[in-house]
Structures are given as C-alpha cells and as structure tokens.
C-alpha cells in the first residue's frame, strides 16, 4: 500500500507553535484537537486498530516527539498503521542548542518502519511507495533568514580577547545552568558592565532595573551580545536570528543555540574565579544605556486581576531565597517580567518541554529539606496530573488557570491551538487527597485564575 498525505487523513494535531503551518494539510473535521502527545498518539492507535486505516498524529519539535515512543513501539509490533507527523525546525538549526530542537530521527529510530525528512514545501507531493508502518515523517519548517555567518566552536579565551577587541558595546546576557550564576552576575555588575540575568540565573532580582520590554526597545544600543549559560529564554536572543549581531557564548555544552556565533566550551559558573576573563573585560568601556522610565507597576495596579498582577501577588507570598520551580511557557516569562524578589528558580529549559514538570518539582522538593513552589500553566498541569497523587508536604503547587495554552494566543496562532475551556483542578486536587485553595494560602494546591481581559489590556499597554 502506498501512503499520500491526504485531507481525508484523521489527525490528532498536537498543540504547538512549529507545527502549526502543518494544520492546513488536514480537514477541519479530520482534526482531533489534543494537548498531550502520549496520550493522543495512544487514541490513534486505537482508531487505526479499529478501522485498519492509517492514522496520524502531529506534534511540534522536542519532547512532543519523544513522548509518541511507546505508542510507535506497539504500532510497530503490532503492524498498526499508524503515522507520527513531526514539526521541525530548518536543517542549519539542528545540533545546535536552539530552542526545542532534538534529533528526531535518533529518537524514533529504533520504533519505526520508515523515516522520511521532508521540507513544508515538498509535503504536499510526498507519495511514499510500500512503506512499512509505523511511518514517520518529519517535515522541517524554515522560520529563519538564510544568511551566510558561520558557527565557530570549542573556542578558548584568546578567541574571546580578539572577539573583545573588535566590540565597543556589549550586552551580557546570563542565562542558566545547573547551578546558580549569582556570584558572577554580582561581579559583573561591579563593574558597571551592561548586565541581563534571566529569571534562571537566580540573579534576576539584581538585573531588575532593565525589563526584557525595556530591552527589547533599546537593543539597537548594543554591539553584540555575550552570552553566558545555556540557550536564553528572551526574546531578545531568538531576535538575533534576523539581527546577526557579533555573539560570543560560554556555554559548557559547546552550542551556539543559534545557526551562527562562536563558543568557548566553558562553564559560566566557573567564568566567577577567572582573572583572564575579567582582565578581557576590564579593558571593555562600561557605557551608559537610554533609560527607559516606564515602569510595569501602574499597570499592575490598574489591571490587579491580570496574569502578571496574579503572578506578582506570588512573588510577595513567597519567602524570600525561595525554591521555584517554573513551568515553560507563560508562566517563565510572566515570573520574569515581575520578579523584583531572590529566588532559587528551576525550570526546563533543556529543550523546553511542557511534559513532566510537576514531576521535576516532586524530585526537587524530594531532595530538599525546604518548602519547594511549583508553578506551572493549566495546560502543563494536565499533562502531569498523575502527580497530583504523591505531591510531598514540602511542595505547593501553583496552578495559573487562563483557560487554555494561552502562549499561542500571543503568538497569534490559529484560535483551535489555544484548546480553551472552563474546568477547574478543585475536585482532581481534592480525589488525590490534597487540601485545595483559589487563595493564597497554605493549602497545598494553590489554582489561580486570571482574567485574561486584562491581561490582555495590560499587555497592550505596557508593548505601546
Ligand atoms: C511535550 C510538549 N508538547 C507540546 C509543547 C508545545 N507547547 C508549548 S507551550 C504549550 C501550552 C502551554 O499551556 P499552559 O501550560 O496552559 O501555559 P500558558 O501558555 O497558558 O501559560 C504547548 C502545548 C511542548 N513545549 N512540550
């Protein structure tokens, strides 16, 4: 039997920003809408067991993939005709650290029947002769400017020096690794250099004074960027991907986390202690940005029902040094956006997957002695709600219940990708034993909930 990508095709889409171009390549009521890929890839099983036709699922990039596994394994001992749809970032973005890019092929290679890559453009005509099922198909999406920069690697600090010498304006960018780059970005600011740590450094607080917005508006004024930790969160650096500003990175894992720029294979932590570095950096001019006056606090008080102004009201219910652990998604960003407080912030930003994250939180908190806070998106929660049942008394879990995965919403994707709806967690919270609250208080499942009109307004505001 020949296989063809046909409108008549039953797809459980996955909800997802890079394989939302795929969407068109079905009839709307060939769609099943789906949020968790082990779960739905598990439904397409079935129906193709029932109906001896081929079915499909389609995710998005990274883990989405990886959690079709078990399903693919069954279908292919079982000879079930079943089609995994993969969406998938351009060719020159593999291996190199961007965000939410795997090897899609090693990750299904031992489960399928065949493999095929194909570009967004050749889908429509891909006819596939004989194949043998389970299929998998991974279509790569160009979303980046071809350009002609080139990713160097494996540098060392006399690459840094020459790399230094040609900049005059650069902004350091701290990201995250495994442990906190506090003491670094304390050292940097001492020397009144142009710092922005994100929200996993752990040393946001001490960078507050510039917002990713406020960046986003002055980043004409830096040269470069330095990049210090594993792939960034802002915005700022997807943008670089269309700017090609002069990037150096240390990044232990050796990884440009773009398609161009050099890297030193060095630990950022361990940049703290090193005079070479700072001797290269002494001999940079500190200079003095355009400050940007506006401030995202009246806005939090005429919008106090907003998403920022609810995960505000959290930040000042916690302890201060608290361990957070944050869900991806809306929830990194907004925390990041309104974080003025210290904290020991955990996340996932591997490959950035929304699968797992309550889990990683019970691990977190199961190898500490303090309180652990888990905040994550409805969504996200969802996906984990099997461990709702072992939550351990030094965990609390937020949950921001905006109705569905709203970052799709602001990424202005097509409405069906938002999945909205009006449940609530009270009753899972509370069949798995757990004391429950819409409050802050000391319960032990905290569901907060939104008004997504004003987060709506807020955001308009504070991007005008
Ligand atoms: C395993 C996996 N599947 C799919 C995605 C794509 N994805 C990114 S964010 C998101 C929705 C998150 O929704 P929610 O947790 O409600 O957060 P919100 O966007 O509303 O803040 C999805 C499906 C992913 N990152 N990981």
Redesign the pocket.
Known sequence: MNFKLDKNLICYF???ARNHALLDYFQENNLRSE?D?RMASFKALGLAKISGSPVAICT?S???VS?TVSTLLEARYSQVPLVLISGDRPKKMHGTGAP?TINHREVTQNCVGTYVEVKLEDLASLELINPEFPIHINVLINDTTEHDLKIETNLDMSDFKKFAQKISKPLFLVSHELTSLRPLVKKLLSLNLNVYAETLSGAHDLTSHLTEASLLKIRHEFDSVIRIGHTPLSKMWRLLESEHKPVFSFDSRNLPGLSYGQVAPIKAASLTDNEIFFDILSGLKSSQLTTIEKSIKPLLTKYPQSELSIMKKLQDFLPENAIVYL?????IRYFEMVQEKAFQVFGARGV????GQIAQSIGIAEGSTEQVYCI?????AQYDLNSIRHLPKNLTLFIIN?G????FETLKLKPIMVMEHDFNFKEVAQAFGMTYSRELTQAQVIELRPAQVETRNLLQEWNT
Do not use: F, K, P
């Open positions: 996955c909800a997802g949020y890929e998005t990274g883990t989405a959690q939410q869900g991806n998604s809306l929830v950035n997957g929304i699968d994550v998106g409805d969504m996200t905006n569905g995965g709203r970052i």
